[in-house]
C-alpha cells in the first residue's frame, strides 16, 4: 500500500465528499524512541531502529506512528525538554535519518505524527539562556517571570503558592536577575510565555517546519497548560507546602485563542491530523472546545480518566491491586457518548506516562496474564476513535520490579522520591507504593527476543528490562499463534480491513449492562449491522443474564468456546467477545 491508496478522498453515494478523514480510519502505534530499538548499540534507542522495525509495524497492521520527542535536548525529562526544535538530538540520530524514517514509512503506507511541545523548552533553549540574562533582554518576555514575594520576617517566598507536577513549587528562583521563572514541569522546563505574539510566531515556525519535512501530524503535547490564571495565591486547602491546584493552568479560556491562531497559521494548508494531550479532569465539554470541528482547532484530545480506575494510588504494592470496572466503564461512557457526532475521540489504555495495563488491570504475574490482556484490547479496541497501542502493550508487558531508587529514572518520580524521603516517608515502603503509578513503568526496554538485553541493544542499554522477557517477547510471540501479539493482528485486520471495520469506525455507541460490577458490554451500530462487545474485566467468573439479541457471527474471543448469549451465561475471568447480533425488534 502507498500513500495514494490512504490518501483517497471519500464520496458519499450521491457524490457528495463526506467529512470521513485518514486518521479517523488510522490505527496508531506509538514509539517512545528511546527505548524502542537501538540500531548502533549505543544503548539508546535511535530513529535507525525504528527505520528498521517498520517490517514489524506492518507486520502488526498499524498505519500510523506516533513518534515520541527525538528533538536536540539534555534529556532532563527524556527530550520533553527542547533545547532546538529544528534540531534531532545526536543520540536520536540525524534529521537525514529521520527524512529517511518518514520516507520509508509512508512507502509502507504507515503516517508519522510527532510531538509538538508547545508549553515549555528546556532551560539550555538558546531563548532562555537570553532571557535569563536581564530584565531587558528581548527574550525575557519569552518565558514567565515575577519578582519574588517577602513573608514579614524578609524570608523571599514564591509569586503563587502553586504546585508543580513534578513534584515541589511551580516557581524557580533565579539569582542573576533576582525573579523567579514559571516551571509546571521541573526545574529545567521553563514555561513559555504564550501572551507573547513572538513567541506564537515562533511555534508557527516549528510546526511548519516539521510538516514540510513531511510529518503528518502531531500529538500536542501538554496543550491543557499554554493558558495562566491571574498569579494569586490558591486557597484550595492542602496538606502539602506548595497548593496542586491545577486549575490555575488547565483548560483555561486563553488557549483556546493560542490553538485557533495555530490552526489558522500553521496547520491549515496540509493534510494532517492533531491530536492535544487534554488531561486530568477535562470535561466533555472542555474536549469540544479543542476538537469539536467547527472551534478549528485539534483533530482529537486524550483524555486521561479511564487511567486511574483501579486503587493504585492508595494500594500498598501491586499484590493489591484491584481494578474498579463500574468508574472504568462510566469513563468510557462519558467520552464515547459525549463525543458521538460532536467531535472525534482517541482511545489507548496507557502512553509513556502511565503504567503497564497488564499490570494495572489485568492479571499480570498470574496464569490469566495472556487472558487478560486479549480482554483488555477486546473492551478498547472496538469503541470508536483513533485508537493508539503504546510499544510493548501488543505483547502484554507488564511493570517491572523497581527495587531501590536507583532503578529509576524519571525526572518526576525522583524528585518526588526525594522531597518524600525528606519528609521522613520509608524508601522502600514508598517504592512498593509508587512503583504502582510510576511513568518508569512503561519506559523500560521493548522485549524483542530472550537473548541479551530482549534484543534491544548489543551495547550497555540506559534502562532496566523487565526480567520476563525471556517469556514475553515479540519474536516468541511471532511463532505462537495463540498469542496476545496475534490476538493484537486480528483486532487490527478487523479494525482496518474486515466488512465489520464502518461498524467499529463509524457506529454509534451504547453501554449495556450498565449496572453489572464485573462485566463491560457495549454495543456498535451502523447502517443496520450490529457489534456486541461482551467483556468480563475482572478475575473472577461472572454471571451475565440471558441477552435479547440473536447471534450471527463470532468474530473474536479470549476463549475458544461457544457461546450462547440467549441463555443465562457464566463468564469466566477475562473472557470477551466481539459478536455480530441482530436485535429482536
Ligand atoms: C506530557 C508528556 C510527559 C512530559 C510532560 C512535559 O505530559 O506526556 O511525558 O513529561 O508533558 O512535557
Ligand atoms: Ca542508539
Known amino acids: 500500500m502507498d500513500m495514494a491508496n490512504i490518501c483517497h478522498i471519500y464520496f458519499q453515494e450521491d457524490g457528495t465528499m463526506n467529512n470521513n478523514k485518514w486518521w479517523?480510519?488510522?490505527f496508531g502505534y506509538q514509539i517512545y524512541i528511546r527505548s524502542f530499538y537501538?540500531?548502533?548499540?549505543?544503548?539508546?534507542?535511535?530513529?535507525?531502529?525504528?527505520?528498521?522495525?517498520?517490517?514489524y509495524l506492518s507486520y502488526l497492521g498499524v498505519n500510523l506512528i506516533w513518534i515520541c520527542p527525538f528533538y536536540k535536548s539534555p534529556m532532563d525529562d527524556n527530550g520533553y525538554d527542547v533545547m532546538d526544535f529544528y534540531a534531532v538530538d545526536k543520540t536520536y540520530g540525524t534529521l537525514e535519518d529521520f527524512k529517511v524514517l518518514v520516507e520509508e514509512a509512508h512507502k509502507r503506507g504507515i503516517r508519522v505524527i510527532i510531538d509538538l511541545i508547545?508549553?515549555?523548552?528546556?532551560?539550555?533553549?538558546?531563548?532562555?539562556?537570553?532571557?535569563r540574562k536581564s530584565k531587558d533582554n528581548p527574550y525575557r518576555d519569552y518565558y514567565i517571570w515575577r519578582p519574588p514575594r517577602y513573608d514579614e520576617l524578609g524570608n523571599r517566598k514564591e509569586p503563587t503558592n502553586w504546585a508543580s507536577f513534578f513534584g515541589g513549587g511551580c516557581w524557580e528562583y533565579d539569582e542573576q536577575t533576582d525573579e523567579y521563572y514559571m516551571k509546571i514541569f521541573s526545574k529545567k522546563m521553563p514555561d513559555l510565555n504564550w501572551d507573547n505574539h513572538q513567541v506564537q510566531e515562533e511555534m508557527v515556525k516549528v510546526a511548519k517546519y516539521w510538516l514540510d519535512l513531511g510529518v503528518d501530524g502531531f500529538r500536542v503535547d501538554a496543550v491543557a497548560h499554554l493558558a495562566k490564571a491571574p498569579?494569586?495565591?490558591?486557597?484550595m486547602p492542602t496538606n502539602y507546602r506548595y497548593t496542586p491546584d491545577w486549575g490555575r493552568f488547565s483548560n483555561l479560556p486563553k488557549l483556546h485563542e493560542y490553538l485557533k491562531m495555530m490552526?489558522?497559521?500553521?496547520?491549515?494548508?496540509?493534510?494532517?491530523?492533531?491530536?492535544?494531550?487534554?488531561?486530568?479532569?477535562?470535561?466533555?465539554?472542555?474536549?469540544?472546545?479543542?476538537?469539536?470541528?467547527?472551534?478549528?482547532?485539534?483533530?482529537?484530545?486524550?483524555?486521561?480518566?479511564?487511567?486511574?480506575?483501579?486503587?493504585?494510588?492508595?494500594?500498598?504494592?501491586?499484590?493489591?491491586?484491584?481494578?474498579?470496572?463500574?468508574?472504568?466503564?462510566?469513563?468510557?461512557?462519558?467520552?464515547?457518548t459525549g463525543l458521538f457526532g460532536k467531535a472525534w475521540n482517541a482511545i489507548y489504555w496507557l502512553n509513556h506516562d502511565q503504567p503497564r495495563v497488564v499490570t494495572h488491570y489485568g492479571d499480570d504475574e498470574g496464569p490469566l496474564h495472556d487472558r487478560s490482556a486479549k480482554a483488555l484490547a477486546v473492551a478498547l479496541y472496538f469503541m470508536w476513535g483513533t485508537p493508539f497501542i503504546y510499544n510493548g502493550e501488543e505483547i502484554g508487558m507488564t511493570n517491572p520490579h523497581f527495587k531501590s531508587i536507583a532503578d529509576f529514572q524519571d525526572v518526576s518520580f525522583?524528585?518526588?522520591?526525594?522531597?518524600?524521603?525528606?519528609?521522613?516517608t520509608d524508601p522502600e515502603a514508598y517504592i512498593a507504593h509508587a512503583s504502582l503509578s510510576t511513568r518508569d513503568n512503561a519506559r523500560t526496554l521493548m522485549q524483542w527476543n530472550d537473548g541479551l538485553h530482549g534484543g534491544f541493544t548489543k551495547g550497555t542499554p540506559w534502562n532496566l528490562i523487565n526480567e520476563n522477557y525471556r517469556t514475553i517477547n515479540v519474536e516468541s510471540q511471532i511463532k505462537d499463534p495463540n498469542s496476545i501479539l496475534n490476538f493484537y493482528r486480528k483486532i487490527i485486520e478487523i479494525r482496518t480491513k474486515s466488512p465489520f471495520r464502518n461498524i467499529i469506525i463509524y457506529g454509534s455507541y451504547e453501554l449495556i449492562e450498565k449496572e453489572h460490577n464485573q462485566i463491560y458490554a457495549y454495543l456498535r451500530r451502523f447502517e443496520g449491522r450490529n457489534l456486541l462487545v461482551l467483556c468480563n474485566l475482572t478475575k473472577e467468573a461472572a454471571t451475565v443474564d440471558k441477552l435479547p439479541y440473536t447471534l450471527e457471527e463470532r468474530v473474536l474471543g479470549t476463549m475458544d468456546k461457544q457461546i450462547?448469549?440467549?441463555?443465562?451465561?457464566?463468564?469466566?475471568?477475562?473472557?470477551?467477545?466481539?459478536?455480530e447480533i441482530k436485535e429482536e425488534i
Open 564 to 579: 450462547n448469549i440467549n441463555k443465562k451465561m457464566v463468564l469466566e475471568p477475562y473472557e470477551a467477545y466481539v459478536l
Open 231 to 235: 498569579f494569586v495565591d490558591s486557597d
Open 414 to 424: 525522583i524528585t518526588q522520591y526525594y522531597l518524600n524521603i525528606q519528609n521522613g
Open 24 to 26: 479517523k480510519e488510522a
Open 263 to 336: 490552526r489558522k497559521k500553521a496547520f491549515s494548508g496540509y493534510d494532517l491530523m492533531v491530536v492535544g494531550e487534554v488531561g486530568g479532569g477535562a470535561l466533555v465539554e472542555d474536549a469540544l472546545k479543542y476538537s469539536a470541528p467547527e472551534e478549528e482547532e485539534l483533530d482529537m484530545v486524550f483524555n486521561f480518566d479511564h487511567n486511574w480506575c483501579n486503587n493504585s494510588w492508595s494500594a500498598k504494592d501491586r499484590t493489591e491491586l484491584k481494578i474498579n470496572v463500574p468508574h472504568l466503564k462510566e469513563m468510557f461512557d462519558k467520552w464515547q
Open 38 to 55: 537501538d540500531a548502533n548499540n549505543d544503548g539508546i534507542g535511535d530513529l535507525q531502529g525504528i527505520t528498521e522495525k517498520l517490517p
Open 118 to 131: 508547545l508549553n515549555h523548552t528546556s532551560d539550555e533553549h538558546s531563548w532562555f539562556i537570553e532571557s
